[in-house]
């Protein structure tokens, strides 16, 4: 045997196949395929793949090329990917089952196998730049036609009505789209009324408000600033450029005084609401609420007292319904007192709906002050400093949040026929007992939907009583959080007496797993969320069981590493 021969050859010799012989097999097979005789072909391919003990890469590219030739495609890709797994740093087996495959009317796979080949083959194969164009050919087929312009070829009409469903960024971000686009969508007024900067990720320049003001031709109706730096000329320009301006909001901002000056020409502003992170002080409210006249709904989440306000109203607020003026409790003390302004409001506003003052300090008599006639007040929050004898609130009350320290002592002469959510909360100097909220909630017996009785202090068997008594059984959420004495047989008994119940807030409670599995234990429990945050004696275990009843549960508990707490939802 000549030992010069490579390991390939003197295999095949053994089996009595030499390199001349496998050489003239796939010539003849060569030859036949030339002369379209591809059958005969075929068999000459199958014969020299057959006794060649390492059948080359060519012989299964000739033999796969023979298939596509006979239409027998699975056996062609059969072949092109032996290929591939043969020499997979090799162009030629993804090239055939690419080509291949495209025959089979599988363009998508074919892609995938053309970028397969990309990333594998050598950057020096003769063929990647083949490889590549087949490709990108493809990818070119593959992508849609040329986008024709939806303007061009849109009715006018429908084309108005598409754009009028995106909302104030999306417009914005069309805008860049051609010059075209952009003035045929500042030449439509209607589509500018409504200038929402509320997801603004930059300051809000001057100039680009103009723009937006041009392009409404002054018909701007409302608008939403976010991450803004108010001065009076801008405010002063909007106010007076847009009469029909109703609606305003300020997600966050800088203030001076440029509201108070934009307020004596919003003539027509019926709506103005301030995040907390716009504070303003008393006097800027006063000055809004003066020369607002059609005010309707005004919220200041956060607000503080300043030296320069007013005692009172100047006139009395027919238009407004709604009112929210808040301090935050992270405000000082002394930034929380009311004055007289707040506590003249009571008397200049006979047509409001909702009043909530949360987080000032007011005096004990300032429900005094609450004229009965009041005859649409619905809503009223109240913080106050040392609780107050509540003499003929309206009758009209449907909710009612109450925070103080001393309780509150009801005339009987309110009976509240309409009252549906009721908060007393802070009551640390007294005990409230159940006659205190039997008089608050007999009027409305069996009907309230909210109760919130949190960080105070209860008599001993308060809330079992207003259960087993009928007071709670239309009841859809219960705040007791901090309320240390409710523990599991309390669970046991709103169980089966709060049939409504969906949401209940029992933060620092003494309830237990078992107190858990006794409040969700009826089939009927509607319950849809329970904090048990500061719940001590509560396991994870009976947590991860109430949410396997599909209850949303709200806990925190020790690191057992670094002893801190943890929140779990």
């Known amino acids: 045997m000549d030992l010069s021969l490579s390991l390939r050859d003197r295999r095949n010799e053994i089996n009595g196949m030499t390199s001349s012989d496998l050489k003239r097999i796939q010539i003849s097979a060569q030859q036949n395929y030339h002369a379209k005789q591809y059958q005969d072909a075929l068999e000459l391919f199958n014969k020299a793949i057959k006794q060649d003990v390492e059948p080359s890469l060519s012989l299964f590219d000739n033999r796969a090329a023979t298939h596509v030739k006979l239409n027998d495609f699975p056996a062609a890709l ?29 363009q998508q796979l074919a892609l995938d196998i053309y970028q397969l080949g990309t990333r594998k083959v050598s950057q020096n194969d003769p063929y990647l730049q083949l490889l590549r164009g087949s490709q990108q050919r493809l990818v070119r087929q593959l992508s849609p036609p040329k986008a024709v312009d939806p303007l ?23 805008l860049r789209v051609s010059k075209a686009w952009k003035r045929y969508l500042s030449s439509m007024p209607s589509i500018w009324s409504n200038l929402d900067f509320s997801k603004a990720k930059k300051p809000v320049t001057m100039q680009a408000v103009k723009r937006y003001i041009l392009n409404a031709q002054g018909k701007v109706q409302r608008t939403a600033f976010n991450k803004f730096r108010i001065n009076p000329d801008m405010l002063k320009y909007l106010t007076t450029r847009c009469i029909d301006l109703h609606e305003m909001s300020f997600i966050e901002g800088t203030f001076s005084r440029s509201l108070s000056i934009a307020a004596y020409y919003a003539e027509n502003l019926k709506t103005l609401t301030l995040s907390f992170h716009c504070a303003v002080g008393l006097g800027i409210v006063h000055e809004v609420l003066c020369h607002c006249r059609a005010l309707e709904d005004a919220t200041f989440h956060n607000v503080i007292t300043s030296t320069n306000c007013p005692s009172r109203l100047g006139e009395v607020l027919l238009s407004l319904r709604h009112l929210t003026i808040a301090s935050h409790m992270q405000n000082s003390a002394e930034d929380r007192r009311p004055g007289s302004f707040l506590m003249s409001i009571f008397q200049m506003v006979p047509n409001i709906i909702t009043l909530n003052f949360p987080g000032w300090m007011f005096e004990p008599l300032t429900l005094w002050l609450i004229p009965s006639n009041l005859r649409q007040l619905v809503s009223l929050e109240l913080n106050t400093i040392d609780g107050a004898f509540a003499e003929g609130l309206p009758d009209s009350l449907q909710t009612l949040f ?33 006659d205190d909220l039997q008089a608050w909630l007999s009027g409305n017996k069996g009907n309230l939907t909210y109760l919130d009785l949190s960080l105070s202090l209860l008599e001993n068997g308060l809330m079992e009583q207003l259960a087993t008594e009928h007071f709670l059984d239309k009841i859809e959420e219960l705040r007791l959080d901090s309320i240390h004495d409710t523990d599991d047989r309390l669970m046991g008994v709103f169980a089966r007496f709060l049939p409504e119940l969906r949401i209940l807030c029992i933060s620092g409670s003494k309830v237990t797993g078992v107190g858990v599995r006794d409040l969700l234990s009826r089939p009927s429990s509607k319950l849809e969320y329970l904090s048990l945050d500061n719940c001590m004696r509560t396991s994870v275990d009976a947590v991860e069981w109430a949410r396997s009843k599909g209850v949303k549960v709200a806990f925190n508990f020790p690191d057992s590493n670094t002893g801190r707490k943890v929140r779990a939802w």
């Open 402 to 434: 109450l925070v103080t320290r001393a309780g509150m002592v009801h005339d009987h002469r309110s009976t509240l026929p309409n009252l549906a959510r009721f908060a007393l909360c802070g009551v640390s100097q007294v005990v409230v007992a159940f």
């Open 152 to 174: 061009e070829v849109l009715p006018a009409e429908i084309a108005v009505m598409v754009i009028t469903l995106l909302d104030f960024q999306q417009i914005v971000s069309i």
């Open 78 to 106: 059969k072949d092109g990917k032996h290929m591939i797994r043969l020499h997979p740093t090799n162009s030629k087996g993804y090239l055939r089952t690419g080509n291949i495959l495209l025959l089979m009317q599988q």
